[in-house]
C-alpha cells in the first residue's frame, strides 16, 4: 500500500486525478496522524480538521468533473502569521490569542481557488521572531528527528509536520531566514521567493522591507508547483512586482552543465560545525560531478556586517509595526484604570520577551539622536551588502552556502543567551538584506541530524535555484529520508 504520509504533491496529484484515491481519505489519513503524533510534536496552534474535510469533499466533486490542478485535494498547513477568513490567526502571541480575521491574505485567496484542504495553522516563534519555535507564547515545537531538538524557525511548526506526516506541504514566512533554516534542520525544502515576488497583503508584518512568504515541501518539484500557485501581482501589496510568473515547473530539468557556481568564503563562519562543513563540500562535489562551474575567487566582504544591520533594520520595522497592538483596534485587551494604564498594560501582558525585546532595540534604534548613528548606517551597510551581490552575479549564477552553521540544537539550549540565538541566522539573513530569492534543499545527515544546503540567486531568479536544487536532488537520496516517529 502507498504510504499517504509521504507523499509529495505531484504524487498525491497522480493518485486523485487517476481516481485511485479521492481527497476526502487522504485528508482523513492525515487527520489521524496528527491526531497521533501531534502529543509529541506540537506544530499545530489550530487543526481545522471539519473544515478540511469539507473542502477535501468540494475536491472531490471538482476531481470527479475531470476539473482541478496539481494543488486540488491536497492538504495543506498554513503558517499562524497568515490570515485565514474565519479560521483563527495567532501569529503564537497572546495578544493575537483569539483573533478570527475577516478576510483572507492574497496567499489563501490564491491557494482556495485552486481547490487547497486546509488542515489548519501552524506554530512558530511569536510574530515570527525567533529560531527555535521556542518563542511561541503557547508551546515548542519538537524535531521530528529527534524529539530533544528543536525544529528551527520561527516556521518551525511549517517544517516539523511537513517532516512528521502532518501535512502534504506547508507555507512559512522568511524575514531573515525563518522558511530556510526551518527546513534545514527538519530535512524538508524551503524557499524564499523575491522580495515582490508573492503578496505580502494579509501577512501579519514584522519587517515589512524583510518578509516574503514562501513553501515548505517534500522535494523540489513540490516547491515549483506551490510556487506557481502563490507567487504574482497584487496591487494591495505596493512591493509587489508586476508582469507575469513564469510555470517553475518548466524549470525542472536536471542539466547544470555549465552552470556557474560561487563558494564565498564568508559564510564558512567561523564556529560553523565541521560535519556541517563537510557535507556542503561533498554537495560542492556533486555539483561539479553534474556539470557545473564552481568557483570559490568570489568574496562578500561585509557579509560579517548581515546580522549587525539586521538587528538594526528588523527590530525597527517591527517596533513601527507592533505599534497597533494597543488594546483598542484588534486583539488581547486589558481594562486599565486608565487609557494609558490600559495600553501600557496590554502591551505588557500580550507580548512575549522576545518580542519586548525587539521593540525596545528599534525603539531606540530610530529615536532621535541615534537615527543617524544605527538606522541610517545600517541603510547604508545594506546598499553595501546588496552591491556586492549584485557584483558576484555578473559572474555567477547562483551561490552555494551552508543554511545553518549548525544542525538542530537542544531545546533550551540557546533560550538564555539571544546573541547566540541570533547566530544561527548568519547564512540565511544576507538573503533578506538584499531581497534576493534562495532555497534550502536537504544535503546530509550528522548523527541522524539533518543538514540544509543553500543556493542563494539573483533578483526574481527562482528558476534558477529551482533548476539546480533539482538536479542535485536527482542525484541524491537525501530527500526520501523520513523520521520514524
Ligand atoms: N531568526 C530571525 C529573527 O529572529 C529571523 C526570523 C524570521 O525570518 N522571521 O528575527
Known sequence: MTDLLSLTIHEAHDLLKGRQLTSAELTRAYLENIERVEPRIKAFVTVTGDLALQQAA?????????????????PALIKDVICTKGVRTTCSSKMLENLVPPYDADVMERLKSRGMVLLGKSNMDE??????????????THNPWDEARVPGGS????????????????LGSDTGGSIRQPAGFCSVVGMKPTYGRVSRYGLVAFASSLDQIGPLTRDVTDCALVMNAIAGYDRRDSTSVPGPVPDYTQALLPDIRGIRLGVPGEYFVEGMQPEVAAAIEAAIKKMEELGAKVEREVSLPSTPYALAVYYIIAPS???????????????????????WDSMEKTREYGFGPEVK???????????????????LKAQKVRTLIRREFDRAFEKYDALITPTSPTVPFKIGEKVDDPLQMYLSDV???????????????????????????????KPFSEETILKIAYAYEQATEWHKRRPKI
Open 317 to 339: 520595522e517591527a517596533s513601527a509595526n507592533l505599534a497597533r497592538y494597543d488594546g483598542v483596534k484588534y486583539g488581547f485587551s486589558y481594562q486599565g484604570a486608565s487609557m
Open 58 to 74: 468540494e475536491a472531490d466533486h471538482v476531481l470527479a468533473g475531470g476539473g482541478g490542478g496539481p494543488l486540488t485535494g491536497v
Open 127 to 140: 510574530f515570527a521572531m525567533g529560531s527555535s519555535t521556542e518563542n511561541s507564547a503557547f508551546f515548542t
Open 427 to 457: 547564512c540565511t539573513m544576507p538573503v533578506n538584506i538584499a531581497g534576493l530569492p534562495a532555497i534550502s534543499i536537504p544535503a546530509g545527515f550528522v548523527d541522524g541530524l539533518p543538514i540544509g544546503l543553500q543556493i542563494i540567486g
Open 155 to 170: 516556521s518551525g511548526g511549517s517544517a516539523a509536520a511537513v517532516a512528521a506526516g502532518e501535512t502534504v506541504y506547508a
Open 357 to 375: 525585546r525587539r521593540i525596545m532595540l528599534g525603539t531606540y534604534a530610530l529615536s532621535a539622536g541615534y537615527y543617524d548613528a544605527y538606522y
